[in-house]
């Protein structure tokens, strides 16, 4: 079954930290691009972080220094580690395949207000 499954969302105080986790089935994961992708309310959806399946990582920068994107190919996971949380952070978070297939998770809702 073609699938990616994200969790790890939630509500947090600005500041606090996060991590989301996208564990994909269904699909030769090693070989796929894993991205971030977040929509916030009114607003189009926007890259967030990309990793490549050698490992070379990409952010945007309005998250660049406090957002940490990994993976784990073995549990064909990917990571995104959230610190530093701001309430324009606040978001329906998305986690996408790129490679022979595109594929898109259900999102996760990130909330960051005190």
């Not at 073609?2 to 509500?11: I, K, N, P």
């Not at 309005?62 to 996971?77: E, L």
């Not at 329906?92 to 809702?109: E, F, H, I, K, M």
Request: with cysteine.
């Amino acid at each position: 079954q073609l699938q990616l499954v994200e969790s790890g969302g939630g509500l947090v105080q600005p500041g606090g930290s996060l991590r989301l986790s996208c564990a994909a089935s269904g699909i030769n994961f090693s070989i796929y691009l894993m991205g971030w992708y977040r929509r916030a309310p009114g607003k189009q959806r926007e890259l967030v972080a990309t990793i490549r399946p050698g490992g070379s990582t990409n952010y945007a920068d309005s998250v660049k220094g406090r957002f940490t994107i990994s993976r784990d190919n073995a549990k064909n996971t990917v990571y995104l580690q959230m610190n530093s949380l701001k309430p324009e952070d606040t978001a329906v978070y998305y986690c996408n395949a790129d490679g022979p297939r595109s594929l898109w998770g259900q999102g996760t809702q990130v909330t960051v207000s005190s």
